[in-house]
């Protein structure tokens, strides 16, 4: 490969690093997964470092991407199938390698799970495939002539690859796992240890063996070298029961070796003055502006233009993680305040139904989009006057930095990530400046229920909810400290190898 083979003459510092990962905006999105990976390794680049990114060539992913290259071909292994590696070249971007496998790849449906929201039945090879050739371009079996001296993997799908170089001949690069979510492990039958590839010995409670099945993401969090997680907050919660998800024994045993970096957000991408998606454009100084997508966003989904009401939203996947659940079981109350919602997400077909019914009978206060959707989220952000994320657990959470940084305040269950970037609006934190949305604790309807009767109060303060809305917007969520942090963990473990 030949692409800034020879960069490391332009910076000493210079770290190669590979970027595996199963989703990239725009390319292929479900969740921030997709956010992190295209601004994190450009957050990366921008320091200095030599970053790719490795990307399963999805269907949708090769149609948006006529022009990459061949760059190499990869056997097959067991019953993993060979591949081919392309090299998109992005002018102003971070170069990406994308795997190209037509068995596994190209199909309709999403990346993880048929359009009816099936998991693939070969999911185990689609990401074995996936994790394998991360780790063989960061062994010296590599056909390319770029190594990486550190394989950077994302979640369960990218998990395997530390066990496949800690079982490959001779010297590879560093690992490290970063875990976006504890809730997906990619657990499979233990036959599947041979299929991929795997030597047999793999499989112990040492290895890759999880009560009786192979693990992806226990795989990783055996055999990376380092492991991170996405905010501060949800890498103590890990290491305890209630938040494990069973693994907070290993996780607690690597303790030494975990770290909480909160994300960041692509501050071009999501940003009120400049957003291509929204209407009307705005900053911190120009707030009254933002009412004009208030009526925007009413307007397109058939609501009352109403002023005088607040209107909450919700742009998220619709799984029991978020608790939704319990704003459903609330709307009564939050619909007599009076208030409007509006809802944008897709998953649980409870929930679907549950939205779109509270919909149909209150088409002038409510408003359920089931789908996926990237322009209406952002003209929910710029429109919505709260946002609401009451999550049972939330690793990170990106729309509320997103909120935040658009003037719509969040409502937040003190969590993960969202404890770590939302603080709570009472007189001190008003008085301090420090105020930017509402957090609430208990994990309960009647919970989120009083915290959206709190924001609605303050909501009629207008001297007030301005002040919320400026602090929330003078935050610094970009990437930059926490870029300079992954760097460091690159560092200490190329020096380590
Ligand atoms: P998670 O990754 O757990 O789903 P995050 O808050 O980290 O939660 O990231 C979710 C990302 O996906 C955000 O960028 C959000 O705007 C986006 N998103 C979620 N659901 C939808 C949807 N239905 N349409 C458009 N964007 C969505
Ligand atoms: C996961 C988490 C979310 C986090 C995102 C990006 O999907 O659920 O909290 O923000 O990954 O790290």
Same mark, same amino acid.
């Given at each position: 490969?030949?692409?800034?083979? %020879? ?171 970063? =875990? ?27 290895? =890759? ?23 501060? @907050? ?70 009352? %233009? ?109 969590? @993960? ?16 400046? %420090? ?28 001297? %007030? ?33």
């Amino acid at each position: 490969m030949t692409p800034a083979a %020879s960069d490391a003459t332009v910076n000493p510092d210079q770290l190669r690093v590979l970027f595996a990962t199963s989703e990239c905006t725009p390319l292929v999105k479900t969740g921030g997964l997709a956010d992190v990976s295209a601004a994190l390794p450009a957050a990366l680049g921008a320091l200095g470092q030599d970053i790719r990114i490795l990307l399963p060539g999805y269907r949708e992913v090769l149609a948006q991407l006529p022009h990459s290259r061949e760059i190499a071909r990869i056997a097959p292994l067991a019953e993993v199938p060979g591949a081919r590696l392309l090299l998109e070249q992005r002018a102003a971007g971070v170069p990406l390698i994308v795997l190209d496998c037509p068995e596994l790849y190209d199909r309709s449906g999403g990346p993880y799970q048929t359009d009816a929201g099936v998991d693939w039945p070969d999911n185990a090879l689609r990401f074995g495939l996936l994790s394998r050739v991360a780790a063989l371009l960061g062994s010296s079996g590599s056909p390319l002539d770029w190594q990486p001296q550190v394989v950077h993997c994302n979640d369960w799908q990218t998990a395997l690859a530390p066990a496949y170089l800690h079982y490959a001949p001779g010297a590879g690069a560093a690992t490290l796992l970063t =875990v976006h979510n504890l809730a997906f492990q990619g657990i499979f039958e233990p036959g599947l240890v041979a299929a991929l590839g795997l030597p047999p010995d793999c499989y112990g409670t040492d290895g =890759v063996e999880y009560y009786g099945k192979l693990s992806f993401l226990k795989a990783g969090l055996q055999f990376a070298d380092a492991i991170s997680t996405v905010s501060p @907050g949800y890498a103590r919660e890990i290491q305890g029961a209630a938040l494990g998800f069973g693994l907070h024994g290993l996780l607690s045993w690597r303790k030494d070796a975990l770290y909480g970096i909160l994300n960041g957000i692509d501050t071009g991408l999501w940003n009120p003055a400049t957003d291509p998606l929204i209407e009307c454009h705005y900053s911190a100084d120009t707030l009254a502006a933002k009412a004009g997508n208030k009526r925007v966003l009413q307007r397109r989904l058939g609501l009352a %233009s109403e002023r005088e009401v607040p209107l909450f939203a919700v742009v998220s996947r619709l799984t029991e993680q978020k608790g939704l659940d319990w704003l459903l079981e609330i709307t009564p109350q939050l619909l007599a305040l009076p208030a409007q919602l509006v809802l944008l997400g897709g998953g649980d077909p409870q929930l679907e139904r549950g939205f779109l019914a509270l919909a149909h009978s209150h088409p002038q206060q409510v408003s359920a989009t089931i789908g996926f959707d990237e322009p209406l989220a952002h003209m929910i952000e710029a429109g919505a006057d709260v946002f609401l994320m009451p999550s049972r657990f939330e690793p990170c959470g990106m729309n509320q930095m997103y909120s935040q940084r658009y003037g719509t305040p969040p409502i937040v269950r003190a969590t @993960g990530g969202l404890a770590d970037t939302v603080v709570d609006c009472n007189p001190a934190t008003l008085a301090d400046g %420090s105020a930017s949305g509402f957090v609430f604790h208990d994990p309960s309807a009647q919970a989120l229920l009083a915290a959206i009767e709190r924001a609605a109060g303050a909501w009629r303060d207008s001297a %007030s909810w301005r002040a919320l809305q400026r602090n929330g917007m003078a935050r610094d969520f970009s990437w930059v400290a926490s870029a300079r942090r992954y760097t460091g963990i690159y560092a200490q473990l190329a020096a380590q190898r």
